[in-house]
């Protein structure tokens, strides 16, 4: 099985802020500008508008019907749903040309992570707290369960003809550039995770088990249990090839990770250990 660390949500050149980690820990992965019909004011948490969220966050009101590229879209509340819909992803370009490359496909699991940080209600607005770090932070996860080639003419899902890469798909096309929807399997099918999860969500809470950024350092440089190590002959998480990049750290690993690509992919038949550290990521937030 492959392991795909797939960067989300706003960063410093898209959006420009961290996605907001609420009091009592619910996540909120803010998704990118962009030229699409949904804005940020159409999309909802726990009924609250995003748009209002991001417009207080970063002090331009204008902010809050800018577009917004809803991807990964796991979420059933966060917009109005066509029948039938479910949890799903899209990649194009030179991200989808290495998924492809590292053999990506049905089976596979997706860990979305982003940059995030703690925000706190100020007389009757968010503000993001004075002394809270920014972090790397997993917020949410999709098992491949099936994948429409919508640059070679798929005929995907009906309920997807709202999302992002269906509806648009003419602007991938005429860029030349490949384009593929990830819709997510049923159920999570991954060894030694217990229990019937479904197979694509967001983590309920925050909790220091998401957490990829090593304590007191810069939100790039995580750490990582130790059977993420690269070891020899086996292929390290993509990317991050470099020894280098790479220090122990008593019982666990530091990594300085790559502040380009979207896309980080480890196979695990060479990383075993990897599934005990899923299985301990999962059980901890749907305990």
């Known amino acids: 099985m492959r392991l795909i660390l797939s960067r989300k949500g706003y960063d410093s050149s898209s959006g420009g802020c961290p996605s907001p980690i609420f009091p009592g820990g619910k996540l909120c992965s803010l998704p990118i500008p962009s030229e699409d019909d949904l804005t940020l004011q159409d999309i909802r948490l726990q009924g609250i508008s995003l748009g209002a969220v991001v417009a207080q966050l970063v002090g331009e009101p204008g902010r809050a019907t800018s577009g917004a590229h809803l991807d990964p879209d796991l979420a059933a509340a966060a917009r109005t749903r066509l029948p039938g819909w479910q949890p799903c992803f899209g990649q194009t370009g030179s991200a989808q040309?290495?998924?492809?490359?590292?053999?990506?496909?049905?089976?596979?699991?997706?860990?979305?992570?982003?940059?995030?940080?703690?925000?706190?209600?100020?007389?009757?607005?968010?503000r993001y707290g004075r002394t809270a770090p920014d972090i790397h932070c997993l917020f949410g996860w999709l098992q491949i369960g099936s994948t429409y080639r919508l640059d070679r003419g798929d005929d995907p899902p009906a309920w997807s003809r709202a999302y992002p890469h269906v509806q648009h798909a003419d602007r991938y096309r005429s860029s030349r550039?490949?384009?593929?929807?990830?819709?997510?399997?049923?159920?999570?099918?991954v060894p030694g995770c217990a229990g019937e999860l479904p197979g694509a969500g967001v983590f309920p809470c925050y909790s220091p088990d998401l957490r990829l950024t090593a304590p007191g350092r810069s939100r790039s440089v995580w750490q990582l249990p130790a059977c993420f190590e690269p070891r020899p002959g086996a292929p390290s998480l993509s990317f991050h090839g470099s020894a280098k990049r790479w220090s122990r750290e008593g019982d666990r690993v530091l990594l300085r990770s790559a502040g380009r690509g979207q896309e980080f992919v480890l196979d695990c038949d060479h990383y075993p250990g990897v599934f005990d550290w899923l299985a301990e990521v999962f059980s901890a937030e749907f305990r």
């Open 177 to 189: 550039s490949s384009n593929v929807l990830y819709v997510a399997s049923k159920l999570l099918d």
């Open 97 to 126: 040309a290495h998924l492809e490359k590292q053999g990506v496909g049905v089976g596979h699991l997706f860990l979305f992570f982003g940059w995030f940080r703690e925000v706190e209600a100020f007389e009757g607005r968010w």
